[in-house]
């Protein structure tokens, strides 16, 4: 135990003397009260601490005591459908102690100490096991098996493991050597969990939002930055993406966010359904809740405790997505606390060291081959298994501003782009995402599983419809001069049906119940429905007059494909397809 | 916010600049503890602790450090950190930027004392907000609901009517809310003229009797503008979570607030953002604004109206950028329609409210609602790019469906956002608009389903059928 003392505090940064030996990120008690923070500065005898929590009250002289050991998230079952605050704090039971404020110097176990858990051992007396390994499960979920992983640093050979029901620190087998098995692991949480090696991502992340799945994909184990400027439609997107992406695993980092909007994602999920199961989404789901008037140290931590509990369960071989809103917060919160050290600025006040902290975070994204042997399907105890964390950062740029640090440091990494566009969400066009400044970088990845699980034309299809975006963008220049009256109709023609890929395609939901999740096979079905249709008014503009072509009914018939039944749509598409291209033939002949 | 009489003097101020006291060490001062400065005149001052450390004491004067000296001047550290006596009858009273009454009657009895920072509400007792209220103008109603919780903070360039439809907005949450409601106001550097016309509109609303006033005019001391705000949320939650009143709290100007920070953060001569505010202004304007909402399981609720001035109409101005990024949403008035002599001249197309789809619909408002505004919301962007198109191209060359966009755009404003004082009910709002979307074909309006357009579409001869 290193102990010394409070010599100077300003705000959320605190200076100490008297701590001999003690390491930089190491974990520190602050004060009579025991506020957490954690070492950032060594300067000669005097060390600088950020706080986690309120200063206030506190005095020259208090003491400050530390273990030596940074900061460690609490790894093991009961993690999922726990609502934490960004230092690993569990909400809930911080409100049975403290009330509905919270208190400082509250703590609270992150994982229940006294729940027994059924752990089914997957090894046996005699096998050998080292990091990684797994030895046995516990059902955390109804839906999620919690595999329990030989934590860092221990192996050796099993020499009692054991079917039964443990709690969490209770050991449920010894090592030859003495060392005791438990459930719950811990892991500093600023050092990614290695991996053996990542490995290239071939599968999509899929979101039932057309505009991902379509056009501007993110794959399991990549990661995608949402940029926008307020009011542009970011969280409602970050939550549905949260709500209906096909991960195993789902880590809401809710981070200096609204404490009403943070409240809806608390409220929501619990009553969601997953759509694959039909079980509630938070069975799946970790949440990391630190509001924006929570302290800002605790929030410059909780993007660092979000993804070390993404890269557990990717551990044991799930896939994982993580989604931060959002990042601009965090990258505030490190400039905050520069200011505070006095440090030096970069560019825009941001620390220096802005540029790597965002690349750092980003890197710890990937699907890889695990650590360890055991498979999850029936856990074959020699194989190796396949994990993926999968990283969607929402930026806050000030004024919309792309060109502002964090903006330029996210893009410089992630591989998918989703640029929210003010004007789009003035109009209300949702989600406010700009297809023609947003990319994917992954599709070139994906293209196997789009050919082999839809069809050869859909990437085919996918081009046609962005080319007819980006023709309409350049004619739309050309009807700013001359309107549109003077076009000639092929060209009219392109601007309706730009309009409906955009309005009857593009656009999409939140809070449409069917709406809200388009299943890939039906989006494929749309922009087939819609490349048809284009081709069968292209062959008739010379037969019939082009206001006869606006009056088909086809143009309603693609608007009214959206609402199709998600559980029974092949058949009204089939039919619909059929009728699309036959549009226009009984009037013309 | 009195007593000083047990703490000891302390005579060992060192330096003083702007609004900030270097002292030298005294044992045992606390971060954030309340001072009570006294000069050689016996002129009292309150202050706070910025800064404790081993070799020097830095503290913030709220009514600025004019008439202080290095060596008369005394400093008596209260032990205490800065807190409020609360009671309910603070209610119909009138207190400075600090705290004190103003009003000329008395001190008030507290039945508690709270400290005025406030702590954070844990996310998970936080009730999500659901009651939709009606303020009587079209725009707010239809297009961002306003809703019992919330945080919808009201901007505007200098000049733009923003205190009279703050009020107006006010006026009708009081008719509604009756008795059960507290008006919370807390002004900062406002002038005279302004609290004048705020206390006579809280006097003809009735409203004056359950109102709380702060207030530190523009001629008060700058640094006293930091506590004025928390001084209004302290009583606010008092109110709210221990009475369990409804609480309206209206807080203005938040510029002036964040330029008194920037003021102390120049005089501490720490490392300037953006617009020369300090760094941690974002985390600093969150713990006022995050201060409303409802908790579960309790009645009352806070909800909060700032007034942001837009300096220059910036809407990137650091200030407005970063309030936008804390609450949930924001009316923006649009010097254009004020200029065109529209009232309320709210700019609908980036004026939001982020709660409305949790206040409305069927058996809150009407069913549909939502569908309705989206169109309406798409319908005059087309309209407004369309105008900028006519201005280069003119009217010649435009179709029949853009002419009538283009009716449709003028009616809009005209009529649905041009609306004068006289408050709407939601339904004369709502058939306003579907009366309005009759001015496009059917086939056009993409975002209302057929159902909700046979039952609220009104049937003329002439419009709504096929171009």
Known sequence: ?589 | MTTELYAKAHRKIQDIKGPLVFMSPVADVKYGERVVIVNSQGRKKSGQVLEVGEKAIVIQVFEGSDGLDRKSTAVFFTGDIVKLGLSDDMLGRVFDGSGNPRDGLGEVYPEVERPITGSPLNPVCRQQPKAWIETGISSIDMLFTLVKGQKLPIWGGPGLPLNAVTMQIARQVIRQSGEELVVVFAGMGITSREYNYFYKEFQDSGALASSVLFLNLADDATIERILTPRLALTTAEYFAFDKGRDVLVILTDLLNYANALREISSAREEIPGRRGYPGYLYTDLSTIYERAGIIKGQKGSITQMPIVTMPNDDITHPVIDLTGYITEGQILLSRALDRAGFYPPIDVMPSLSRLMNLGIGEEKTREDHRQLADQLYALYAQGKELEKLTAIIGSEGLGTFEKRVLKFTRRFEDEFINQGTQPRSLKESLDLGWDLLAEAPRGELRRVEDKHVEKYMPKREGVGAEA
């Open chain 1, 1 to 589: 135990m290193i102990q010394g003392k409070i010599s100077r505090i300003s705000g959320p940064v605190v200076r100490a003397r008297g701590m001999e030996g003690i390491k930089i990120r190491d974990l520190v008690q602050v004060g009579d009260l025991g506020l957490l923070g954690e070492v950032i500065e060594v300067k000669g005898e005097e060390i600088s601490i950020q706080v986690y929590e309120e200063t206030d009250g506190l005095t020259v002289g208090e003491p400050v005591k530390s273990d030596g050991r940074p900061f460690l998230a609490q790894l093991g079952p009961g993690l999922l459908g726990m609502t934490y605050d960004g230092i690993q704090r569990p909400l809930e039971i911080l409100r049975d102690l403290t009330g509905n404020f919270i208190a400082r110097g509250a703590t609270g176990d992150p994982l229940a100490k006294n729940k027994k858990w059924h752990f089914i051992p997957t090894v046996k007396v005699g096998d050998s096991v080292s990091y990684g390994d797994i030895i046995g499960w516990v059902q955390e979920s109804p839906t999620i098996k919690h595999y329990v992983m030989i934590p860092e640093s221990v192996s050796g050979v099993i020499a009692q493991i054991k079917e039964g029901d443990y709690t969490i620190e209770e050991a449920v087998g010894l090592l030859k050597d003495g060392v005791p098995l438990k459930m719950v692991q811990s892991w500093p949480i600023r050092r990614p969990r290695p991996a053996q090696r990542k490995v290239p991502t071939s599968l999509p992340l899929v979101s039932g939002q057309r505009i991902f799945d379509v056009f501007f994909p993110v794959p399991k184990g990549g990661n995608a930055i949402i940029p926008g400027p307020f009011g542009s439609g970011k969280t409602v997107m970050q939550q549905s993406l949260a709500k209906w992406s096909d991960a195993d695993i789902v880590v809401y980092i809710g981070c200096g966010e609204r404490g009403n909007e943070m409240t809806e994602v608390l409220t929501e999920f619990p009553h969601l359904e997953d759509p694959r199961t039909g079980a509630p989404l938070m069975n799946r789901t970790i949440l990391v809740a630190n509001t924006s008037n929570m302290p800002v140290a605790a929030r410059e931590t909780s993007i660092y405790t979000g993804i070390t509990l993404a890269e557990y369960y990717r551990d044991m071989g799930y896939d994982v997505a993580l989604f931060a809103d959002s990042t601009s917060r965090w990258a505030e919160a490190l400039r905050e606390i520069s200011g505070r050290l006095g440090e030096m600025p970069g560019e825009e006040g941001y620390p220096p060291y802005l540029a790597s902290r965002v690349a750092e975070f980003y890197e710890r994204s990937g699907r890889v081959i695990c650590m360890g042997r055991g498979t999850p399907e029936g856990v074959k105890p020699s194989d190796s298994r396949e994990g993926s964390v999968t990283v969607i950062g929402a930026v806050s740029p000030p004024g919309g501003d792309f060109s502002e640090p964090v903006t330029q440091n996210s893009l410089r990494i992630a591989g998918a782009f989703w640029g929210l566009d003010a004007r789009l969400a003035y109009s209300r066009h949702f989600p406010a995402i700009n297809w023609l400044t947003s990319y994917s970088l992954y599709l070139d990845a994906l293209r196997d599983w789009y050919v082999s699980e839809l069809s050869e034309e859909f990437l085919t299809m996918r081009t046609e419809l962005m080319e007819i975006l980006q023709k309409e963008d350049e004619m739309n220049k050309i009807v700013q001069l001359v309107g549109k009256e003077s076009l000639s109709d092929p060209d009219k023609l392109l601007l309706d049906v730009a309009r409906t890929v955009r309005d009857d395609f593009l656009r999409q939901s939140a809070f449409h119940e069917i709406e809200a999740y388009c299943p890939p096979k039906k989006a494929f079905y749309m922009m087939k429905a819609i490349t048809t249709f284009y081709a069968q008014c292209q062959s008739l503009l010379g037969k019939m007059p082009y206001s006869d072509v606006l009056k088909l009914p086809g143009w309603e018939k693609i608007s009214k494909m959206r609402y199709f039944p998600n559980d029974n749509f092949e058949v009204q598409c089939e039919a619909a397809l059929k009728e699309l291209a036959q549009e226009g033939v009984v009037q013309s002949a």
